[in-house]
C-alpha cells in the first residue's frame, strides 16, 4: 500500500523550517526519501532502516518511528534550493518492494 | 562518471504501436526497476529485476514487458494493449532492493497519440 504523505504542498520564505511526514499502514522496514526537482530525476537524500539511527547531512535530516508507521523529513533553515517535490518510498516487512507516496511540494520564496 | 542513461528524453507515438524505453547503468548495480510517474500520483512501480535475466512485475505491470539480458540494460516495451501509455518514465537502479538509495535516471516523457 502507498504511504501518505503531509502537507501536499508548503510554501516558505527562506530561512523557515520545514516537517514533512511520511506514515505507513504496515510495519515499516525502511523509508527512503528523495528530492524531484521540475522535470528532472528524483534525488536520493537518506535512507533510514529499522533500528537505525537518525539520519542527516547539512540541514535536512530525518526520523523512523517504528511504533507510528512513520518518518518525518526536517528541513531546516530552507534555501532557495530545496525547492522541490520530496518523495517518502517504503518498505515493508514481507515485501521487498519499494511504494512512493504521492510527493510533497516544497516552494522556497526569497 | 557513473549513472544511468535513459533514451530517448521525448518518445511520440501513434496508438496501437509498441514503443521500446532504453535504460543503461554503469553502476555495477544488480537491482533494477521500472516506474511510471503521472501528475499527482507518484512514482508506480511496472517491472523491477534483482539480476540478469529474472525479472518481476510491480504493481501496474499490465501492458508492458521487459527483459534482462545483461546486468548493465533494462529496456521496457510499452504495448498496444496499454491503455493509457502517456506518461513519465524512470528507470532506476540500486545495489539492493531496500537496504540502499535508488539512482534515477533523467526518464523518457512518452506521448501517444
Known amino acids: 500500500q502507498q504511504p501518505v504523505q503531509s502537507p501536499q504542498a508548503v510554501i516558505l520564505r527562506e530561512g523557515e523550517d520545514a516537517v514533512i511526514n511520511c506514515s505507513s499502514s504496515k510495519a515499516l522496514y525502511s523509508v527512503h526519501w528523495y528530492r524531484q526537482k521540475h522535470g528532472e530525476a528524483p534525488v536520493f537524500l537518506m535512507i533510514?532502516?529499522?533500528?537505525?539511527e537518525q539520519k542527516g547531512h547539512e540541514k535536512i535530516s530525518a526520523s523512523f518511528n517504528e511504533k507510528k508507521q512513520q518518518s518525518s523529513l526536517y528541513l531546516t533553515a530552507s534555501q532557495l534550493s530545496y525547492s522541490g517535490t520530496y518523495f517518502c518510498g517504503s518498505s515493508n516487512f514481507g515485501n521487498e518492494k519499494l511504494t512512493f507516496g504521492t510527493g510533497t511540494r516544497l516552494t522556497i520564496i526569497p | 562518471d557513473g549513472g544511468i542513461t535513459q533514451s530517448p528524453k521525448y518518445l511520440f507515438r501513434k496508438e496501437g504501436q509498441n514503443v521500446t524505453l532504453s535504460c543503461e547503468q554503469n553502476l555495477n548495480h544488480d537491482a533494477m526497476y521500472w516506474y511510471r510517474q503521472d501528475p499527482g500520483q507518484g512514482l508506480r512501480l511496472i517491472y523491477y529485476?534483482?539480476?540478469?535475466?529474472?525479472?518481476q512485475k510491480g504493481d501496474i505491470a499490465e501492458g508492458y514487458s521487459v527483459s534482462r539480458e545483461k546486468k548493465e540494460s533494462f529496456p521496457l516495451t510499452v504495448t498496444s494493449a496499454q491503455k493509457n501509455p502517456t506518461a513519465f518514465y524512470l528507470c532506476a537502479s540500486s545495489i539492493d532492493q531496500r537496504d540502499y538509495g535508488y539512482t534515477f535516471g533523467s526518464g523518457t516523457r512518452l506521448t501517444v497519440v
Open positions: 533510514l532502516l529499522k533500528g537505525g
Open positions: 529485476s534483482q539480476i540478469v535475466n529474472d525479472f
